[in-house]
């Protein structure tokens, strides 16, 4: 029997709370097992009984059990519409704080309820969260901030994010003071992103313009690609934006390219695709390429159809190279005739070097021929390696016979090296 089997509709399945009651509920609100109580008051809530307010605070203000307490905010905010005669909330507020909350997580989830209540009058409690030693409560308190969208508390935000600037070596430490400055509508993700001269956020909006960031910091120009990435999904529309604009310059291209990858989302696959395809410089292209590799996953098809379409058109080695790289990490075997023309006829031996290596990681038996023309024709010592390589991956015991061959008659001690080792994959 376990601890809560004595509790009428406690430690049951969940779909079975049409049978608990409120007295068995308050009862287990007094269990020693934590687990119990934590099922009581979710159950409690569950159970739309206006009573249940009082005991869900009473849990909070006075249970022993950081995990309980933590429930009974949640679980308090689930009951918000029957809350407007109970100042649960201004008891929340005064409790964000390591000496009436001692954990950093209950103090956490206060902060973030906080932010969702979306009370200016709350304000002040959470920008006073800011100078908690807790990374995770002034994280969800400048998060909150930015929700509740408090223009009288932009000095503080910047002030903390000063401090950020002065003290920490993350730059993740400055994205919730920056978002929360974006959704107050004293910044824009664009101010963020345009930076690039005298490396310095300047304010968006006119009205705010008095505030000042720290001037030249160079560690928040530096990593303005993970602040905005760890803003993640909200730059989106901003980034449409600046895009679209005509006279978006190249180095924000770039850097916006590098954002994309780390936000990902479908959006962002659409926009890399587009700029990897574009006419725009070559690095903007790589780099945007780069980033399609890392979340491909998100929609093959269409990152193989850019890839193959790059390769075809694009006229620059390096960035048709990254493109090749990247049909190796999609392994999809159509790809294997426009990689068997490469390698044979480019006279581009990095090219030719990249199509061997991408064949035998897509592991297609058909490339079998186009590999052995290679093994036994092409100058480049390295090429040669390559198709030997890719031949021991492929999968087609027909390879043998050209192995052996070349094993015999290439010079090349590397190329003889990689021949064993493939004929080792058919043993």
């Known amino acids: 029997m376990t601890k809560s089997d004595n509790v009428p509709g406690v430690g049951k399945p969940r779909n079975s709370v049409s049978t ?62 029957s ?11 005064g409790a964000l704080n390591k000496y009436d909350e001692e954990d950093e997580n209950v103090r956490a989830k206060i902060a973030e309820i906080l932010g969702l209540v979306n009370e200016v009058e709350y304000s002040d409690s959470l920008v006073a969260a800011l100078s908690d030693d807790s990374k995770i409560v002034w994280q969800a308190a400048a998060h909150s901030l930015g929700l509740i969208k408090d ?6 935000l910047i002030k903390n994010l000063n401090g950020y600037a002065k003290h920490s070596y993350d730059a993740k430490d400055a994205a919730p003071y920056i978002l929360a400055l974006i959704e107050i509508g004293a910044i824009a993700v664009e101010d963020v992103l345009l930076s690039i001269e005298d490396k310095n956020i300047n304010f968006h909006n006119p009205q705010y313009r008095e505030y000042k960031l720290v001037e030249g910091y160079e560690q928040l120009f530096n990593d303005r690609v993970e602040i905005i990435s760890t803003i993640g999904g909200a730059a989106l529309p901003e980034i449409k934006k600046i895009i679209s604009a005509d006279e978006c310059d190249d180095s924000v291209l770039f850097l916006i390219s590098k954002v994309l990858a780390n936000i990902g989302g479908i959006d962002s696959l659409k926009i890399l695709c587009s700029l990897a395809k574009s006419k725009r410089h070559e690095a903007i292209r790589w780099v945007s390429i780069n980033g399609l590799k890392g979340i491909y996953i998100i929609n093959p098809e269409m990152v193989f159809r850019t890839l193959i379409q790059i390769v075809e058109k694009d006229n620059v080695s390096e960035v048709k190279e990254e493109a090749i790289e990247g049909l ?56 040669r ?32 090296n990689a021949v064993k080792q493939s004929l080792d994959q058919y043993k």
């Open 328 to 383: 190796a990490i999609l392994k999809n075997p159509q790809a294997t005739p426009l990689l068997g023309s490469i390698l044979l006829d480019s006279g581009d031996q990095y090219l030719r070097l990249a199509s061997a290596v991408a064949l035998g990681d897509i592991m297609d038996p058909f490339a079998l021929d186009v590999l052995v023309s290679a093994l036994g024709t092409d100058r480049d010592e390295a090429v």
């Open 385 to 416: 390696v390559a198709a030997a390589t890719a031949l021991g991956k492929i999968n087609n015991r027909d390879a043998i016979p050209f192995l052996e061959a070349t094993l015999r008659d290439d010079p090349s001690t590397d190329v003889q």
């Open 20 to 81: 608990s009651t409120y007295d068995s509920l308050v009862l287990a609100l007094r269990n020693f097992d934590e687990k119990v109580r934590i099922d009581a008051v979710q159950r409690l809530a569950e159970l739309k009984d206006h009573r249940a307010i009082s005991l869900l605070l009473g849990r909070f203000q006075n249970d022993k059990s950081p995990k309980v307490r933590y429930y009974a905010i949640e679980e308090l905010y689930k009951l918000k519409d």
């Open 151 to 156: 223009t009288d508390i932009i000095e503080e």
């Open 83 to 93: 809350l407007k005669e109970v100042p649960v909330w201004s008891v929340l507020a």
